[in-house]
């Protein structure tokens, strides 16, 4: 066996026998359902952990992660989690978070080439260029990737909310909310960006799909 491998397979014994220790017959729960109340969309980047930086155990959050956590339209995965999440697991709140810091969206700032990521990160540029205003006040490089860390997450939470599964189980009445936070690496903590959206109401008429 890969020495690396034979370490982390060492590494989940330990961890198996503690979490046991700690949690008496959690895996005979965790075997017989899955039942969390969130679902987490977030960056891929190692050091942004769903479930460790909300103290949450296996079990209570759903996880979805990407390259600078994007939601885009034509992205059956991210779409084929949502619709899962939201009409077999009935989760009742999608978070959305991002990072400070984020190398998907500093990658989508500069004009090197990166490779195929490219295409992924360019509706990141798109949203840049949408809201150019916004950037006029920064003073630094690090001040205008923070910021745009920020409205991506804004406009991932828009793009979840546009998805026909979101506001079909708004119609039906669902309790369904959908959150934007973004979290900062350096001091472990998250930051509400307060654009929760809990209804159709709330979203552009122009994405709003009408009722018959």
Same mark, same amino acid.
């Given at each position: ?21 700690n949690n008496p017959g959690i895996f ?76 998907? $969206? @500093?990658? &989508? ?7 195929? #990521? ?5 509706? *990141?540029? +798109? ?38 599964? $979101? @506001?079909? &189980? ?7 909310? #959908? ?5 900062? *690496?350096? +001091? ?21 799909i009408q009722t018959k």
């Open positions: 066996m890969n020495l690396r491998i034979e370490e982390l397979i060492n590494s989940n014994k330990q961890w198996a026998a503690q979490f046991e220790a005979d729960k965790l075997v017989k359902q899955q039942n969390p109340e969130y679902l987490w969309i977030g960056c891929s980047d190692s050091r942004v952990p769903a479930n460790t930086i909300v103290g949450l155990q296996p079990g209570e959050v759903f996880v979805h992660r990407n390259i600078a956590n994007l939601v885009n339209h034509s992205d059956l995965n991210v779409l084929s989690v949502i619709e899962f999440a939201v009409k077999v697991l009935k989760v009742k709140d999608i978070i959305l978070c991002g990072h400070y810091g984020c190398g998907g $969206v @500093q990658a &989508a700032l500069e004009r090197s080439e990166h490779g195929i #990521v490219d295409n992924w990160l360019r509706v *990141i540029k +798109d949203t840049y260029r949408a809201n150019m205003k916004h950037f006029h006040e920064v003073e630094s490089e690090k001040e205008e990737l923070d910021l745009l860390c920020e409205i991506n997450v804004v406009e991932q939470v828009r793009n979840i909310c546009h998805t026909s599964i $979101v @506001q079909n &189980a708004w119609l039906a009445g669902d309790k369904l909310s #959908v959150h934007g936070v973004i979290y900062c *690496i350096g +001091d472990g903590l998250l930051k509400d960006l307060e654009v929760t959206t809990s209804s159709i109401d709330e979203i552009e008429s122009i994405y709003q």
